[in-house]
């Protein structure tokens, strides 16, 4: 079963409190791939999301989609966990089931919650809720354990994987800064850099926009 998050999580991160910057609440519970601990993630990224429930046409397709991509996310440094109120048997059932189906083999871990004591704390379902039906939430950790960026859609609609790694490049670029990543930003091009926020830079400035709308190459994904 799944274990008892930090006793002082549900106080210091009740539903829905938990914001970008925030330390992710550490957990230790049964998954797929064995006995997990969140904290044990430091020193790389990690994307942890939750998905309604096994056996359901949207998640199976992002299952298929994420485990197709396991090796992207792989070469960014950056592991992978899902979540969701079925057992742990459920699980397994389900895995089996896409890999005779999709000949693709779902190897990161999909961590068991059925008391729902992880999902209320990351705000994935409300507090009286007795399933997680309609959550489909995403947390991008970095390194340290901090919540970088979060998604939320709703049970009908499935992710984007393209998205969630270009979401990845972008981090992981403006971590190399002091950057920003512009609109539809990919690796390879140019970022901006960051307004040099001073009366003289101001009226020194070339064009109307020059002081604060600068490109730069630097912090493009390694």
């Not at 429930?53 to 991509?69: G, M, N, R, Y």
């Not at 079925?86 to 999909?110: C, G, K, M, Q, T």
Request: hydrophobic residues 40%; aromatic residues 10%; negative net charge.
């Amino acid at each position: 079963m799944t274990q008892m998050i930090e006793a002082n999580v549900e106080r210091e991160a009740p539903c829905a409190g938990l914001r970008i910057g925030d330390v992710a609440p550490n957990f230790s519970a049964r998954s797929t791939t064995g006995d997990i601990r969140l904290s044990d993630y430091r020193g790389r990224w990690l994307i942890l999301f939750s998905h309604p429930a096994d056996f359901t046409p949207v998640c199976t397709t992002e299952f298929v989609a994420l485990a197709q991509s396991a090796s992207e996310f792989e070469q960014r440094d950056c592991a992978l966990m899902a979540l969701s109120v079925d057992s742990l048997f459920s699980h397994f059932a389900w895995l089996r089931l896409i890999r005779d189906r999709y000949d693709i083999e779902v190897r990161f871990p999909i961590v068991e919650d059925p008391t729902l004591v992880i999902g209320r704390a990351y705000g994935m379902v409300a507090p009286n809720d007795n399933d997680s039906a309609t959550v489909r939430t995403t947390f991008f950790i970095d390194p340290h354990g901090v919540i970088r960026a979060m998604t939320c859609y709703p049970a009908n609609v499935g992710r984007s994987t393209p998205e969630m790694l270009r979401t990845l490049d972008a981090l992981q670029a403006v971590d190399d800064g002091p950057v920003l990543a512009p609109a539809n930003w990919a690796p390879g091009q140019a970022l901006l850099a960051q307004p040099d926020a001073s009366l003289d830079t101001v009226f020194s400035a070339e064009g109307q926009t020059d002081w604060f709308m600068k490109e730069t190459k630097r912090g493009s994904r390694k």
